[in-house]
């Protein structure tokens, strides 16, 4: 995704459209929701969060001065978080987004 210099490009090579999360988790959606506040994840959300500056998808012209969330850009399975799999907590996997950024990848 950095190999991508603008904003724009990077929010379009992650954009899902509404689509993937909708059929992973549905009514299990729970479940993410449980991994999220798990001791592990608070800790691995933490070091994204210092790592990226709180950079709205590491553009250092995009600060982000509300909620961060932390976006998975491989998204994340239902499996995935029932066996805790690396891939949840893999920082080359993470990075900061803005609430309305995130809101917008994913719708």
């Known amino acids: 995704m950095l190999t991508f210099p603008t904003f724009k490009e990077r929010y379009r090579y992650l954009r899902l459209n509404g689509f993937l ?7 299990n959606r ?3 929701q449980a991994f999220y506040q798990t001791k592990r994840w608070r800790s691995t959300r933490d070091q994204v969060i210092v ?3 709180g950079y709205d998808l590491v553009c250092e012209e995009r600060p ?3 909620l961060i969330t932390i976006h998975h850009i491989n998204p994340i399975t239902l499996e995935q978080i029932e066996n805790d799999d690396y891939a949840l907590y893999d920082l080359e996997n993470l990075v900061c987004t803005s609430d309305v950024t995130h809101r917008a990848i994913h719708y």
């Open 51 to 53: 790592r990226d500056n």
């Open 30 to 32: 729970w479940i993410n």
């Open 64 to 66: 982000i001065f509300g």
């Open 21 to 27: 999360g909708e059929e992973v988790f549905g009514s």
